[in-house]
């Protein structure tokens, strides 16, 4: 199974700029990145295809978060989060499907990755 190792969390205040990156140890079709924040349910928040320009950003992150694949090797995925707000506060999670490019119509959802990383930790504060 593929491996997946986030870096980049932390904290930063209101306003403030984060970069998130994840590397994965094998072929992936596409890789996004979720969140959850205590006693929140899991919300997948951006996504985007093996060398492709295609992307997708929940409601809540679009116009503030970029993500982004390396074009050398597509192996790294980053999210550039800009315009943090204390909302954003939560464990964010690298994941990845490593056995097809088909997905789920719609929302960014956690049953069509079949590879999780350990997820990476950023607060914002007021």
């Known amino acids: 199974q593929v491996q997946l190792v986030e870096s980049g969390g932390g904290s930063v205040q209101a306003g403030g700029s984060l970069r998130l990156s994840c590397t994965a140890s094998?072929?992936?079709?596409?890789m996004g990145w979720f969140r959850q924040a205590p006693g929140k349910e899991r919300e997948g928040i951006a996504l985007?295809?093996?060398?492709?320009?295609?992307?997708?950003y929940t409601d809540s992150v679009k116009g503030r978060f970029t993500i982004s694949q390396d074009n050398a090797k597509q192996r790294t995925l980053y999210l550039q989060m800009n315009s943090l707000k204390p909302d954003d506060t939560a464990m964010y999670y690298c994941?990845?499907?490593?056995?097809?490019?088909?997905?789920?119509?719609?929302?960014?959802?956690?049953?069509?990755?079949?590879?999780w990383g350990q997820g990476t930790q950023v607060t914002v504060s007021s």
């Open positions: 094998g072929f992936t079709y596409y």
């Open positions: 994941a990845a499907n490593s056995r097809t490019y088909s997905r789920r119509p719609g929302p960014i959802v956690g049953a069509d990755f079949d590879c």
């Open positions: 985007i295809y093996r060398g492709s320009e295609t992307t997708y």
